[in-house]
């Protein structure tokens, strides 16, 4: 592996989710590999389980971390050509081209403004970090993808399904926030990568990227798309097409003990209790929530164990 | 050691205190202990000399530290069965199972609100922490209580008196802010395990929590309170019966060298000069200052040491 | 090497350089010198390559870094005898004999106000480090010096000159916020240590101390300055004369690729494009500005190691 910003870099997802699995079960026996290299974790946007898990993956592999909070102190310009005479102060091509040098591998994480449509699409935080780093770029959810949450959904679903080809449920919650599509996305993404029955459901209006969904039924009534289910995995998401919108917030969509019956709920957390899930989706049996979060360190570190292998042969 | 969130999880204080002394004199003799255990620090308030010295402690003792701000951007719930539908993004028992999932320890500051008594008396922080996490969990400083403050305090009598059963006064002092009750309740509590005589001085108003007093004389004349003292430890406090308010700035309070005489001055830092002690004091040669920070340094890596070789003993 | 506050503190600048290449050969020959070693990074103002450099040259030494971000929740007071009953809530005296006890060493970056010139001057956050701290004291940029920058540069341009005796150009550039002169400070004392034809070029009004200056030439018009330069660094910084203002902004004096000609480009970075130097210059071949950011690794590096070694001597 040379990068992982979205979850095509990964060749062989059954065969990478069995080596997570492996690495799960006796995580420090690769701590030689990642001796003096150093891993840059950039925050745009604030995390928790992101950080705590990619840092505890690395250190588990020997490596060295560098956590920088990129604030208001470094408004970064991603524009080529701009005469920088406004409030930008350092150019991504410097910027990048730099901490390359002081790091074997960069980690970035940079949410979508959720009001310029067109340059979220565009992703041109991530791509410009690819574009003019020279070390291997780490995806720790930009603009439209979430590649490690959806490994480590992958590790969950593998760890945890019953049948060989359980049905997975994606549906849409409420939330008083407008949030981003990227969870979601990597989600779809993921399941084209699975072998499930899977089904998205959501108010009308809140379809998201069809250059994404288009292989996959849409059930706008989340009852019947809830039938028979194995797996539901509940997040909220902005509108795509009237974008960044919160066009409703209707609690029947919110998931519930009865809703769930004997399905696995999922999500990958914060999760706004009564809201998103109730207490008793949460507080019950059936949820994987804190598994997903546990296996962010696996996938996590199964990544940079790949792409760590990816460089020493290289050299 | 399970946890250590008050002085009351020190089984054998004493017997602490000297192992503390033992591994200040040789701090690397444990660095096996603590290999492949990760401390998670996670600070709802700034810290210099708690953040630095718990840094320092775990990686003497060859564990992995990872500190987490908690800023506005993750407002956290604290209370049962609440819609979230408001500020507040994630709940504390999302967060703190998860982050167990991360950490072999978790080491948490919250200080008081000083407006609602009942909530900062209930603890809710550290205490849901205690309850949802699934590691052990270290008081960093809570709302009404310090216990590393206190266990560093106690390394700092044991090496300074000159006799077996000193007079140690604590003196309540000016400060032009609203300040918690934690240091001076842990102060008391530590008391009440040594062989000391104590005294506790302040103008009226200041009483502290009277379960935590009860058994100890306050003398209202602080020249009378300082009369033979070998050990003036000063603080502010804002007032508990009112709860939060300042009632009194009263200079006269200060310490000076002359108040303080032969006495040893302590005081937990940071401390405004000229008004909670004048420069003499803390320029003077019986200013314990510095060295109570120092063994806070002592105090944390004895907890962690403690904690680190139960868990080893379960496994 | 006891600390490292100003190039003054190397007693050898070529010997320090080529030792530095060496480092950068082979930056891991060293690991057991830091051993058990602790370096506190403080930054009173935020850094991107500093903060990822210096502990990236202390990790390839083995040390341990702890990085404190001092922010208003720590006003530090710098003046003695104050009575601190306003906004300081600690002095300088305490944080800096406290952070002594956590550290091995301290390096500490603290800009000037550009408000008050004799404060600025007298270097009073980076002086009271100096003398309180009982541990060496490291600038990673004060507010009238930069010396781990300079001698980066002085490594990139030993690395890279063609000439025994090359001629270097100081030039001031446009920039829309008034900027410190330590970087330029700290460049034309380094010029005072290397064998080169030096020529400093600014518009009127934008003198530097001249007591650092004394011994250059002062040429008024860029182009002429420019005429046969191996090297031209530039850099903005506001008037010193008219302390802290921004004369002119006049967009004549960006480095052009015209102007440049063969020289070799240097900026300390961040660098607004299109205005201190235009986006041919930037991506041109003669820009040295990634490799001198490389170089700032080695040049703590070289720091640190030095320091080092001296104390393991003094045990």
Known sequence: MKKYTSLNDIKNLSDTVQKAIQLKENPYQFTDLGQHKTLV?????????TRLSTEKAAKNLGMEVSVLNITNAWNMEFEDGTVMNLSTSEHIKEAAMVISQYADMIAVRAFPTLKDKEKDTSEIVLNSFIKYATVPVINMESATDHPLQALADAITITETKKVDKPKVVLSWAPHPKALPHSVANAFVHLMHNMDVEFVITHPKGY?????????????????????????????????????????????????????????KFMHCLPIRRNVVAEDAVLDGENSLVIEQANNRTFAAQIVLKEILKTMSKEN
Request: hydrophobic residues 40%.
């Open 41 to 49: 974790l950039l925050f745009f946007n604030a995390s928790l389980r």
């Open 207 to 263: 379809e998201l990227d069809s250059e994404i969904t288009k292989h996959f039924p849409v059930e706008y009534n989340q009852e019947k798309a809830f039938e028979n289910a194995d797996f539901i995995y509940a997040k909220n998401w902005s509108s795509f097409n009237d974008y960044g919108k919160i066009l409703n917030e209707d609690p029947n969509w919110m998931i519930t003990k009865e809703k769930l019956g004997n399905a």
